[in-house]
């Protein structure tokens, strides 16, 4: 399985980003598949998660400014992030798991005040 993250970048607070995650190696449908984050100093944390079923799963911080989307034809997740701030800026990691966690090699997102 490889995991391989796109769109990371520089932007101001307010902007929007959009990342994508390309998965191979598998059949990715009845995985879940999403986001997690680390900022400097702090722990990966779950920014959006969408099992193979559709439910998601978003971070508190992140609901009404995030959405993770899917194309299972494509082996795909993406997150639209709209209203970014200062806190997110972090490296994102693109996640999939089934039966154990797969983790992409992440893309960083700067959100400059």
């Known amino acids: ?4 993250a ?5 932007v101001r607070a ?4 959009r990342l994508s995650c390309a998965a191979s190696g598998s059949n990715f449908d ?3 598949m999403g986001w997690y984050r680390q ?3 702090k722990e990966r944390e779950l920014v959006a998660v969408m099992s193979g079923g559709g439910t ?16 299972k034809a494509k082996s795909t997740v993406s997150l639209q992030m709209n209203s970014l ?8 990691y693109c996640y999939a ?16 005040s």
Do not use: H
């Not at 796109?6 to 520089?10: E, V, Y």
């Not at 307010?14 to 980003?17: A, D, Q, R, V």
């Open 39 to 41: 900022g400097s100093g």
């Open 97 to 112: 798991k089934f039966w154990r966690d797969y983790w992409g090699q992440g893309t960083l997102v700067t959100v400059s």
């Open 14 to 17: 307010g902007e929007s980003l």
């Open 56 to 71: 998601t799963t978003y971070a508190d911080s992140v609901k009404g400014r995030f959405t993770i989307s899917r194309d």
């Open 6 to 10: 796109s769109g990371g970048g520089l």
């Open 85 to 92: 701030k200062p806190e997110d800026t972090a490296v994102y």
């Open 1 to 4: 399985v490889q995991l391989q």
């Open 30 to 32: 009845i995985y879940d």
